[in-house]
Structures are given as structure tokens and as C-alpha cells.
């Protein structure tokens, strides 16, 4: 079943809704990385709540953000086959409660009419009431390449990226601007190397804050999308929002999970 579960929020303050996947990480600690066709002794396990949209709620509570999530749950830690959210789900939410909607890109032709719908209501309402879209292009799948003309924030990952033939996030923002809707900005970030961002103001560039140790990278790029979704939801420039994205990712991988990234 699609359901919205609603994090922290402030009295009469608009919210971010994430719109994607929860699932059930199961997360093997060894002493080093395996070697293909060996056994490897497992130190440690853990059982964590993961999911691109999941995580990023996840850091957008813990930023002080309002947030929602919106995806399929299932009644107990593990379930098959959960459905996507379809765009008859998402017409049954009360728009009026968000400022920003956000989609992980998954089943492509149902976010489409989601954000159609998204485009019919701002048409109805001021513009200071209108609401900020963007999505998530994380994997090399045909059908969700038509996710490039919709949002006002894309964000590209860097198999992505390099599925087209780019090495390096400047390459990639420049190479497949053509691709979003006008006056959008498209965002690729590059682990170690840092970010890039392209709109209609420029090219801009992020260094990456490595931590002084590299404990769990797990859901770093959910960090990013999440820091830089808090900082232009607070109206702060695209270039300060590629710098605290880069920032608050480079602490999550310095902790395991996300207790301590503020």
C-alpha cells in the first residue's frame, strides 16, 4: 500500500515530500574488501531502514527540515514485491501541505503524471504557495531518462554520467544540460571530486569535505540530495546549497549510519 508518513514538523511550516523506495539494509562488516570467489569472515551485521527517499528523509529530519515520505511499506521487516507509488496514489495527497516535492526515479511514466499534476496545481495558486520539484536519476534504465525534462532540481549520478560517455561532473552537467526543462538546474556529484551544478546562471563547482576517516559511505549520495534539497528549501544559493551538500556528505561517511551527521 502507498502510504505518507510525516516527519517533525513545525507549526504551519510547508514541508519536503520524498517520493521513492524504503527497504531493509542488511549491512556485512569484513576485515577487508572480498576477493571474488572467497569466503570471508563477517565481523559484524546490522539491520538498517535504507532507500534513496527513505535516507534522504532521514537526513532531512535530522537537518530540522519537515519532511514526508511517500512509497510502499510493508507490514513487517521483510516483504517481496512492494508496488511503486502510481500517480492515482499521488492524487489522493493534499498538495497544499509542501514546499518542495522530490521523486527517486523509479517507474518514470507515473512520476511524469505525478508532476503534471504538481505543474496543474501551482497553475491555481500564488506563486509564493507554488511548489519546487525535482528528481533523482541514480540508474542506467532507459525509461527513466524522460525524467530529465521534468523537475526544477535534477540530479544526475555518476553512473549515469558516465552511461553517456562523461568523466567527470563538470563533463556531465554541461554535456546533458540540453536534456531539463528550461531554467532548471542540473546537479552531478563525483564522491572524492566533489560537485557540480549547471542552471541558467552558470556553471558551479563544490569541492569534496573528506572526513579524516572513511567509515561507511553507505547512502552518501542520499546525504548530498537531502543537504542541498535543506539549503535551497531555506533560500540559499545553488552554490551555497553544492557546498553544504558536499559538506554534510563527506561527514556521513566519516559515521556509521547517520546518528552524529549534526
Known amino acids: 500500500m502507498a502510504a505518507v508518513r510525516a516527519g517533525k514538523m513545525a507549526a504551519k511550516e510547508k514541508q519536503i515530500l520524498c517520493v521513492g523506495l524504503v527497504c531493509l539494509d542488511i549491512i556485512n562488516v569484513v576485515d577487508k574488501f572480498p576477493i571474488e570467489d572467497t569466503d570471508t569472515r563477517c565481523l559484524s551485521q546490522r539491520w538498517q531502514r535504507g532507500g534513496n527517499a527513505s535516507n534522504s528523509c532521514t537526513v532531512l529530519s535530522l537537518l530540522g527540515v519537515p519532511c514526508g515520505f511517500m512509497g510502499s511499506l510493508a507490514p513487517g521487516r521483510v516483504s517481496e514485491n512492494l508496488p511503486n507509488v502510481t500517480s492515482e496514489d499521488f492524487r489522493k495527497i493534499d498538495l497544499s501541505q509542501y514546499k518542495w516535492i522530490h521523486w527517486e526515479g523509479r517507474n518514470a511514466?507515473?512520476?511524469?503524471?505525478?508532476?503534471?499534476?504538481?505543474?496543474?496545481?501551482?497553475?491555481?495558486?500564488?506563486?509564493?504557495?507554488?511548489?519546487?520539484?525535482?528528481?533523482?536519476?541514480?540508474?542506467?534504465?532507459?525509461?527513466?531518462y524522460q525524467l530529465f525534462g521534468h523537475g526544477d532540481v535534477v540530479f544526475v549520478s555518476k553512473d549515469i554520467a558516465r552511461h553517456f560517455g562523461f568523466n567527470s561532473a563538470s563533463e556531465a552537467v554541461k554535456g546533458l544540460y540540453n536534456r531539463v526543462k528550461p531554467g532548471a538546474y542540473l546537479i552531478c556529484a563525483w564522491a572524492e571530486k566533489g560537485a557540480d551544478a549547471m542552471g541558467p546562471d552558470g556553471v558551479f563547482h563544490s569541492n569534496a569535505f573528506p572526513p579524516e576517516k572513511l567509515v561507511d559511505t553507505l547512502g552518501a549520495g542520499d546525504t548530498f540530495n537531502a543537504a542541498v534539497l535543506v539549503a535551497l528549501y531555506n533560500d540559499k544559493s545553488i552554490q551555497e546549497s553544492l557546498t553544504f551538500g558536499c559538506q554534510i556528505a563527506g561527514k556521513k561517511c566519516g559515521i556509521q549510519g547517520y546518528d552524529g551527521i549534526v
Open 109 to 144: 511514466s507515473e512520476q511524469v503524471a505525478m508532476i503534471r499534476q504538481v505543474e496543474l496545481y501551482n497553475a491555481t495558486v500564488p506563486a509564493e504557495q507554488q511548489i519546487t520539484t525535482s528528481v533523482e536519476i541514480e540508474k542506467t534504465r532507459e525509461e527513466l
